[in-house]
């Protein structure tokens, strides 16, 4: 049972237009949520982050977007550029809970030139 | 700073053989945390430790692994024996109290034949 859904495996963006990566959660208990790059042969990099008690988080080209009723958040890089192309996991963390992070699947953004 | 490391990078090893991942958290950081990867089940927390004392091993999945902190520098993740399925890439991750991102580690590929 998946908690954290990131259910587009894939993702094709023009240089220069917007990425938007959606992520969708179940449990109620998440208060922290987090974006995460991966290349490959590496680990994944911490992007941005988002509390529960904002809707909106920006840093740069980054912004992540939180809507809770929807059980939903999104990050939007724009402008999309060449070095963007990876894979992007969304993550979350649960109040009173664990300290470990849940991962959704990831996304595979791929920029095209 | 180094960032997380760990070794070996690649390991392949014979179903039924003792296998240790090693990680090294970065110096100052309070949490560590044991990841593995697959392609059915991404990204899933295996064991955390803080301040060295292991908090929640839920994740790992069979008295199979075992995990150790024996000082602030230093974990292991042992395997044994493996088995084909155990075939991965686990990833390490530590953080500061302070901090809810975690940072990662390059991760070791783990081939059981």
């Known amino acids: 049972d998946q908690q954290v859904k990131q259910n587009s495996p894939s993702l094709s963006v023009q240089e220069g237009r917007i990425s938007i990566l959606n992520c969708d959660y179940t449990?109620?208990?998440?208060?922290?949520f987090l974006w995460y790059k991966k290349y490959p042969a590496e680990g994944p990099t911490f992007l941005i982050s988002i509390s529960s008690i904002k809707d909106k988080n920006e840093d740069g080209r980054f912004t992540v977007f939180l809507n809770k009723s929807a059980k939903h958040l999104s990050l939007h890089i724009v402008p999309s550029q060449p070095g963007d192309s990876a894979v992007y996991f969304c993550?979350?963390?649960?109040?009173?809970?664990?300290?470990?992070?849940?991962f959704g699947k990831g996304t595979h953004l791929i920029i095209q030139p | 700073d180094a960032g997380v490391i760990q070794s070996p990078r690649h390991e392949v090893t014979e179903m039924g053989q003792e296998v240790t991942l090693r990680c090294k958290p970065i110096?100052?950081?309070?949490?560590l945390f044991w990841y593995r990867q697959t392609m059915m089940r991404g990204l899933e927390l295996l064991i955390y430790f803080n301040n060295n004392v292991p908090i929640d091993d839920s994740g790992m999945p069979e008295d199979r692994f075992s995990a150790k902190m024996p000082n602030a520098s230093f974990s292991t993740l042992k395997i044994q024996p493996s088995e084909p399925r155990d075939s991965a890439v686990y990833f390490c991750a530590s953080r500061w109290t302070a901090h809810t991102g975690q940072f990662f580690g390059p991760g070791t590929r783990l081939t059981v034949l």
């Open positions: 993550a979350a963390r649960a109040v009173g809970g664990a300290d470990g992070l849940t």
């Open positions: 110096s100052g950081h309070d949490y």
């Open positions: 449990n109620s208990m998440f208060d922290y």
